[in-house]
């Protein structure tokens, strides 16, 4: 049986583009690294894809706020694939600056401001899947993972609406690295879905967490659970399609 192929869409200044694609091949897919251009020049890259991904990073330097020219361009040159793509009940994941692409570009619910803290935040949480219909969250245990943004604050203006929804797929918890909320985000809330559950954003960063040497506590010998995860979710759920 072939390995499913996902894409990793990239942007001048994202930095996490080879973390996810190895997190997606230790998950059982094949990938490839392209940006926009490309891909809006060449639609077959988008269309022999079976999952997609957007990397985290600065995406244009933030030059605008996080994830705003990335969005515009997405929009521009892609809206109507990427709408193409999860009728076809293809998922799609944004992590860190991809999930603020995905707010900003109208395909997740909410918004991302300033952290509450007013600087940026580089450091371990921990995350708890909720009940919720995100296809990519399905069964996963709670695990650590590292966070690197500076407006990673979610908002919403009815959060209650979006658990009844299904659409509240992570919450920062507590474990041995992670200490809680980060960045004052309403309800604690770390990552939402589509009403599909086929597109999932989420601040943190799972792909730099798909190895236990990874975890700064490895070498004490903490063998907690792993990002890696919500990347076998995703490949699993296209191989069952």
């Not at 997609?52 to 705003?68: E, I, K, T």
């Not at 193409?84 to 619910?109: D, H, K, M």
């Amino acid at each position: 049986m072939s390995r499913p192929l996902a894409l990793v869409l990239a942007a001048p200044g994202t930095n996490r583009d080879h973390d996810v694609a190895l997190a997606l091949q230790l998950a059982g897919a094949d990938t490839r690294i392209a940006g926009i251009a490309q891909v809006a020049a060449c639609p077959n890259v988008l269309g022999e894809a079976q999952l997609l991904v957007l990397a985290g990073g600065f995406s244009h330097a933030d030059s605008l706020g996080a994830g705003r020219v990335f969005a515009l361009d997405l929009v521009a040159r892609l809206g109507d694939r990427i709408r193409t793509f999860v009728e076809a009940g293809r998922p799609v994941i944004g992590i860190c600056n991809g999930f603020q692409t995905l707010v900003r570009s109208g395909l997740l619910p909410g918004a991302l401001g300033h952290n509450a803290g007013g600087s940026f935040v580089c450091d371990w949480v921990a995350l708890e899947p909720q009940r919720s219909v995100s296809v990519w969250t399905d069964d996963v245990d709670a695990f650590e993972c590292p966070i690197a943004h500076g407006e990673g604050r979610y908002v919403h203006p009815d959060v209650a609406a979006l658990h009844a929804a299904g659409q509240v797929a992570l919450r920062y918890g507590c474990g041995p690295l992670g200490r809680g909320n980060p960045n004052g985000s309403a309800d604690d809330i770390a990552g939402v879905c589509d009403p599909t559950g086929l597109v999932l954003g989420l601040m943190p960063h799972p792909e730099n967490h798909v190895l236990t040497r990874q975890h700064p506590l490895a070498r004490r010998g903490h063998r907690g659970s792993l990002g890696l995860q919500l990347f076998q979710r995703g490949v699993a759920h296209v191989e069952r399609a």
